[in-house]
């Protein structure tokens, strides 16, 4: 976004509000603040104040367009809301999303208006048992959500596999033609990965599932060691359940310790009703990496070109997916030995 | 000339460290200047290391596209599969005094070679084969390592 629409966010945002809600009176807008956390889109928390009634938080987030990585044919803003807009009416509990606007007059670009939820995104730093006890309860929904009907929530349009074994193939054809497209140099390690993808797709899918993509810590809110609001939506998928588990993997092992993981997935398997697959589970552990490495290359894409020359998409594109290629690299390297 | 590029991208990092943070006082902006630091530690980086990696990097590439031309030389059908690779590109004579923008060129050359080497190689491979693949993803790790020197960097 533009310094001047970014300067002018708070009158934006008052008239918007103004023009939304037309049975209330005297809106305004006060502490507009940028948010310092997620990578992919910009966001500024807001407060909002207004005499009369309107079934809307008062607390509110602004949620620009503008992506450092992703591009709309992979993970578009609109999709990410429309998710958001079907989760509400489920038991997973997710920020009330209540606008999307395509009317550029407003800021130059699409944006989101969103319920802003004060919760706790710490993790890492949590007491063991604390960590444990959010997690219990991050997997009896995620449980949850491997069981709701997509096709009944209107999420077909996300893509949905034929059979089992289009779950990965997919997600692995999408992905190469991003990384196509994105590259600006040649790199081998992303070549080889997908050649060991290509080799190792998982044909067995017990359930297909509405995914989350980027699951677990970091992607919720939670208070009083229950998870309060999940976050990250945009890489939502129709698909291998398994997905999600190895991400969640990948993301809370390091953290928790191989024992505290295996009761964990033994638990997501009992309250799912989901047969965990180890090869599934092994296959989206190298995927992950590719697919996060490619959503990166966007970025320095972007950056490079001068399409979006801003620190923040530097970062993103270069420091970023220094772990995930070390990952890939190693595994692929270790299944040639 | 003195001072260096490195240390003045030193000189900008206490600026910002001793000078800008202090002043700082949204969470936003500490981030960006977090980004900040790392970015010009990277720039230092490159300006010290950048030109010996990347000719480290262009003679490894040549050393594993020269077991490629070797290995389809005995291989026929290692050769059909893999069609036809820019192996040519490893003989290119080595300037003893290479610009960057040159080092840079040839890169993109050997590299483009090397991948489409990984792109083509066959899922069936007899243990000759299987040892040339191996070479590649040894080239690949290595390649991992040097990018991460200049990338993987604490601002100090």
Known sequence: ?337 | MRPTPAEIIEGLQYSLRNDLQPELHSAWAERMAGSMLWALEHLKQRWLHEHELAVEENADLRTVLDSVAAAVGVDAALGQALGAPDLAVASIPVRPWPPASDLIAENDRLRSALDGVVEAFPEERDDAANELWRELLGYIARQTERDDRLINVTPG
């Not at chain 1, 990410?80 to 407003?106: C, G, H, M, S």
């Not at chain 1, 220094?322 to 030995?337: G, N």
Request: net charge negative; charged share 25%; proline share 5%.
């Open chain 1, 1 to 337: 976004m533009e310094l001047e629409t970014i300067q002018r966010l708070p009158e934006i945002l008052t008239a918007y509000l103004g023009e939304r809600l037309p049975s209330v009176r005297n809106v305004s807008v006060t502490n507009v603040v940028r948010s310092a956390g997620g990578g992919s889109r910009s966001m500024w928390f807001f407060d909002a104040a207004w005499e009369g009634e309107a079934l809307v938080a008062k607390q509110l987030t602004f949620r620009a367009n503008e992506s450092t990585c992703f591009r709309d044919a992979e993970a578009s803003l609109e999709k990410e809301y429309r998710v958001f807009r079907a989760l509400q009416e489920t038991p997973i509990p997710v920020p009330a999303n209540y606008w999307y606007e395509r009317d550029p007059k407003w800021a130059g670009e699409d944006f989101v208006i969103r319920e802003r939820v004060d919760g706790d995104g710490s993790f890492r730093e949590l007491p063991a048992a604390r960590q444990r006890a959010i997690l219990d309860h991050f997997v009896e929904l995620l449980a949850i959500q491997h069981n709701l009907d997509w096709n009944a929530m209107g999420l077909s349009f996300l893509g949905a596999p034929s059979d089992g074994a289009d779950c990965a193939r997919l997600v692995v054809e999408t992905w190469e033609r991003a990384t196509k497209r994105e590259l600006l140099e040649p790199q081998p390690v992303m070549t080889a990965t997908m050649a060991w993808l290509k080799r190792n797709l998982p044909t067995a899918v017990d359930r297909i599932v509405l995914g989350q993509g980027q699951v677990g810590p970091g992607q919720f809110l939670h208070r009083e060691d229950r998870v309060i609001a999940s976050l990250d939506w945009e890489s939502a998928f129709i698909g291998d359940p398994m997905s999600d588990l190895a991400y969640l993997d990948l993301m809370v092992r390091p953290v928790i310790g191989d024992e505290a993981m295996a009761a964990l997935i033994a638990r997501y398997s009992e309250l799912s009703g989901i047969p965990i697959r180890r090869d599934n589970m092994r296959f989206y552990t190298v995927f992950q990496s590719y697919w996060a490495v490619s959503a990166c290359l966007a970025a320095t894409n972007r950056f490079a070109t001068g399409e979006m020359r801003k620190l923040q998409v530097l970062t993103l594109g270069v420091q970023a997916p220094r772990s995930f290629l070390r990952r890939m690299e190693r595994i692929v390297r270790e299944a040639a030995a």
